[in-house]
């Protein structure tokens, strides 16, 4: 099977796919340091893992106890990573996190997003980001990165941010956003 053109996709899909090229060692790093407690990080989803950069370095760092979700609404993505990580259960809608929380009966201890929240309708990004609360443990983290500091308020609405960080290096260069779970 040919691997999707990054490119490609985001020339037909601009809605879903954010930019116009993957994410960067550098901004890979800044999204998952290596300060993470991977020992600690039962359930893991990735939202919008696209090519699978982030997916590869969270396989290299997580435990052989974890289980790790992908949500990819990309249908040549979704092949892609399927054949990529067999191992990895594949979801086609980041709205699904609650069901997989439901079946397992375990919420998420990490969340990572490559979502491009600023593409999204305000209804969807509200409920993306109820439903992200929602599947998140109580020590658990949700990092998410975005083009543009825009959405800031809407996270801080919606979450309790941790840090904000910023790398240059990437293509477009991007805000990271390290956020925990809001107390309901």
């Not at 809605?15 to 890979?28: A, E, K």
């Not at 999204?31 to 020992?39: D, E, G, I, R």
């Not at 989803?45 to 435990?63: D, H, R």
């Not at 020590?139 to 941010?161: D, E, M, R």
Request: hydrophobic content about 40%.
């Amino acid at each position: 099977m040919k691997k999707p053109s990054f490119f490609g996709e985001f020339l037909i899909h601009a809605g879903q796919v954010g930019s116009i090229m993957p994410s960067s060692r550098f901004l890979t790093r800044k999204m998952l340091p290596v300060t993470l407690p991977w020992h600690k990080m039962q359930q893991i989803a990735e939202l919008g893992p696209g090519t699978g950069v982030f997916t590869k370095y969270i396989q290299n760092n997580m435990t052989s106890q974890s289980q790790m979700f992908l949500f990819e609404q990309n249908g040549k993505f979704r092949e892609d990573l399927k054949q990529r990580f067999p191992e990895f259960r594949i979801l086609d809608d980041a709205c699904k996190l609650s069901e997989v929380v439901k079946e397992t009966g375990r919420p998420f201890d990490l969340i990572v997003s490559g979502l491009p929240f600023a593409n999204f309708s305000d209804e969807l990004q509200e409920r993306l980001f109820q439903i992200i609360n929602e599947a998140l443990a109580c020590h658990g983290v949700f990092i998410a990165f975005q083009y543009t500091l825009l959405l800031k308020k809407k996270f801080q609405t919606n979450f309790s941010i941790a840090d904000v960080g910023y790398t240059c290096m990437n293509v477009p260069p991007a805000w990271v956003l390290k956020c925990k779970k809001m107390r309901m």
